[in-house]
């Protein structure tokens, strides 16, 4: 008895690895250029829902256009001037969406963009796929309660893992943000401090030659 469960475990978390498709995640870091529009598709099925998490992390003032289209090519979510944002499509229409990231208000400074799609099956469960392993098994009382207590733990252990992993990316997307915006405050810092140093130096060296001016001995003096 105990080598069935042992081989039904087995087969659970083989399966739990490598067939769910309840949840995807792709993250991606772009570089869209000047007067340049960049766009991206994710496919999609019926009764999924889809969450898109964009930030601007370097470049300009750290905006952006941007926009989700359904397959029908109607524009679902737009946006102007953006940050950063997060949007979710619950249902969505069968078929390839849009994500748009324009830059084409800006000619002359690059926007670097951090994005996240999330597609999550709201069906959930396991799909046909996953199903395959119960062939393998007689179902009986005390084998069912077992093994729906299992599947409930690797589901709630596979839903954590999930959203560490999407926490973490998050996190360094932030980090990456705000290490960009460190680095160019620091510049502008040097930059200022520098044109004060020159225009107080070039202060005092007018100063110095008014004066000298002003008591030089070869000036004619009219009694």
Excluded at 115 to 126: A, L, P, S, Y
Aim: with cysteine; proline share 1%.
């Amino acid at each position: 008895m105990l080598s069935k469960y042992v081989v039904v475990a087995l087969l659970i978390v083989c399966t739990w690895i490598n067939g769910n498709d309840a949840y995807r995640d792709n993250d991606l870091t772009v570089l869209v250029a000047a007067g340049r529009k960049e766009c991206f598709y994710q496919s999609v099925k019926s009764g999924q829902s889809i969450d898109v998490e964009y930030q601007v992390i370097d470049g300009g003032e750290l905006d952006i256009d941007f926009r989700i289209s359904a397959p029908s090519a109607i524009a679902v979510v737009t946006e102007f001037r953006k940050n950063d944002g997060i949007h979710t499509i619950d249902p969505t229409d069968e078929g390839d969406y849009e994500v748009c990231f324009d830059n084409t208000f800006s000619r002359i400074t690059s926007k670097t963009i951090f994005f996240e799609i999330i597609i999550d099956n709201n069906e959930g469960g396991m799909d046909e796929d996953d199903e395959a392993w119960k062939k393998f098994v007689a179902s009986d009382e005390t084998y069912g309660d077992k093994l729906a207590s299992l599947e409930q733990s690797l589901d709630t252990i596979k839903s954590n893992n999930a959203k560490i992993t999407q926490y973490q990316v998050m996190l360094r997307a932030f980090e990456a943000k705000d290490r960009n915006i460190v680095e160019r405050n620091f510049m502008r810092i040097n930059f200022w401090s520098l044109t004060n140093i020159v225009v107080m130096l070039s202060v005092f060296a007018l100063q110095i030659f008014m004066v000298r001016n002003m008591f030089n001995d070869k000036k004619k003096v009219r009694t």
